[in-house]
């Protein structure tokens, strides 16, 4: 059994003489993968136990490889670095297009599930599907709590409509004299009148949300209300 230095890790190689008459020599490191001439790199037994020894993973000539080609490992390798390189610009430019044309973008159904994966896996803000008039009133009433004269109750019910999820939206009442003057304007969010318990994170198709709220009522008495929706 003769040894070899490898010059480029310093690793000492257990080699035979066939591998030795093989392509006059030449030899690939099994630690950096680096090919080179064992004949003109010989290492003494003494200086292989002294040094980083490599009996089973060089690669030799048996196996028929060009000194110029990479080991399956290291191709397998660099094939992972591309691939990832290439996911990383990909995802690059889907933002930019995402920046550039952010309203058609939000506003296809198709691109939702992605965006949403890319929002969760990435912790992005990517503005998803929202289109308020796809949310329909079905029934609404605004009376006066029973047990006082000092509040008022709004009953509400409204549907989505779209084919595809949304945010809930913020209730926005309108409350009018009888001359028409805007006597008050309420917001409502969703985390006001969603209830506490509820797991619920976007609106769902075809789902109806009733909602029943309590407010102070205005010093003027008002004679109509309007109801809209916001983001």
Not at 42 to 70: F, G, M, V, Y
Not at 172 to 196: Q, W
């Amino acid at each position: 059994m003769q040894y070899a230095l490898c010059p480029y890790c310093l690793s000492s190689l257990q080699i035979t003489a066939t591998q030795l008459t093989l392509k006059d020599g030449l030899i690939r490191c099994g630690h950096c993968s680096e090919t080179f001439n064992a004949l003109e790199n010989p290492c003494s037994q003494q200086q292989a136990l002294t040094l980083p020894t490599n009996k089973n993973e060089a690669i030799t000539n048996t196996e028929h490889t060009a000194p110029w080609e990479a080991p399956n490992k290291a191709i397998r390798h660099k094939k992972k670095t591309y691939s990832l390189i290439a996911l990383l610009l990909s995802l690059l430019l889907f933002a930019q297009l995402t920046y550039i044309n952010a309203s058609l973008i939000q506003q296809n159904i198709r691109l939702q599930p992605s965006l949403t994966w890319l929002n969760n896996t990435f912790n992005l803000q990517i503005p998803l599907y929202s289109d308020l008039n796809k949310i329909m009133i079905i029934e609404r009433q605004l009376s006066n709590q029973p047990n006082t004269n000092q509040a008022l109750s709004l009953q509400l019910s409204f549907k989505n409509t779209a084919p595809i999820e949304q945010a809930y939206p913020s209730i926005l009442l309108t409350l009018n004299s009888d001359y028409g003057d805007k006597l008050a304007y309420i917001v409502f969010k969703p985390s006001e009148y969603l209830s506490p318990q509820s797991t619920l994170k976007s609106f769902k198709p075809g789902k109806i949300q009733y909602v029943e709220l309590s407010f102070k009522k205005p010093l003027v008495d008002a004679s109509g209300f309007e109801i809209a929706f916001r983001h």
